[in-house]
């Protein structure tokens, strides 16, 4: 171990890094379960961050207490806790986004359907002015807006 580590304090600083990250993980489930589109992106960035300062406090850990192997057994506890409690929310968090993505798929997927379906027919040119294949006039083609935020 190093001297110049304060081992608690880093054992700490990852606890409390890991409950940060699992709260900002439920943040972005409770507005996955509400459909609250406009926040996401914004808690999707803030979770990067966050994930990369747990990870970065993790490594600085393993350094100190050479891969771990020095931690007392509430360091190991209260580590173990975080593990758990991150991997919980990481596999709620995993399943809601790929629901939210699978159901915005079969979205985009119907709307690109209904669009098909009602878009005119091409139109063919001859000697004598358009002509069409088949098409009686043209039909509307309804304006889409599509947001690809997931």
Known sequence: MTANHDVP???AAVTEAGEHLVELILLEDAALDVRERDALPELADA???AARAYEGKLAALARATDGFRELDEAGRE?????GRALAEA?????RRLAVAVAVNR????AVAEA???V???????GRHGAGGNGATGPRRVP???????L
Do not use: I
């Not at 990481?90 to 995993?94: E, F, K, S, T, V």
């Not at 304006?143 to 935020?149: E, I, K, L, P």
């Open 106 to 109: 079969r979205f985009m997927d």
């Open 115 to 117: 669009v098909r379906d």
């Open 119 to 125: 878009a005119p027919e091409a139109v063919a040119y």
């Open 78 to 82: 209260a580590l173990a806790a975080t």
């Open 47 to 49: 979770k990067g961050r």
């Open 9 to 11: 304090a880093l054992v």
């Open 90 to 94: 990481a596999d709620g968090n995993m």
């Open 143 to 149: 304006a889409v807006t599509v947001d690809r935020s």
